[in-house]
């Protein structure tokens, strides 16, 4: 069993950054694939970063590659997603997720673990 709580999220204008964390629970954080999701109001959940057991593989959506930086630190437990040169559309609840199976994944469907959402909201 894995508990995630995320953190960092806030109000920010266009350009801005903002760096969140996941921190997890747990013993074997160390044996997770790692991810972070966002859910726009009236949108679907979207696939945002994922990260491998060892931090060694990483993979972006589109939509933010070049401007988000996935890393984790597996001595703190924790995970993190650097924000940079934040768009209004980047404005969504993030989630990050656990996986036990996946090197990396992009599908929701492979996470086994959810944390609450932290909000992020970006001004124009």
């Known amino acids: 069993q894995v508990q995630l709580v995320e953190s960092g999220g806030g109000l920010v204008q266009a350009g801005g950054s903002l760096r969140l964390s996941c921190a997890a629970s747990?013993?074997?954080?160390?044996?997770?694939?790692m991810g972070w999701f966002r859910r726009a109001p009236g949108k679907e959940r979207e696939f945002v970063a994922t990260?491998?057991?060892?931090?060694?593989?990483?993979n972006y959506s589109d939509s933010v590659k070049g401007r988000f930086t996935i890393s984790r630190d597996n001595t703190k437990k924790t995970v993190y997603l650097q924000m940079n040169s934040l768009k209004p559309e980047d404005t969504a609840l993030y989630y990050c997720?656990?996986?036990?199976?996946?090197?990396?994944?992009?599908?929701?469907?492979?996470?086994?673990?959810w944390g609450q959402g932290t909000q992020v909201t970006v001004s124009s």
């Open positions: 990260i491998s057991r060892s931090g060694g593989n990483t």
């Open positions: 747990g013993r074997t954080f160390r044996t997770y694939a």
């Open positions: 997720a656990a996986d036990r199976l996946s090197l990396t994944s992009i599908n929701p469907e492979s996470y086994d673990y």
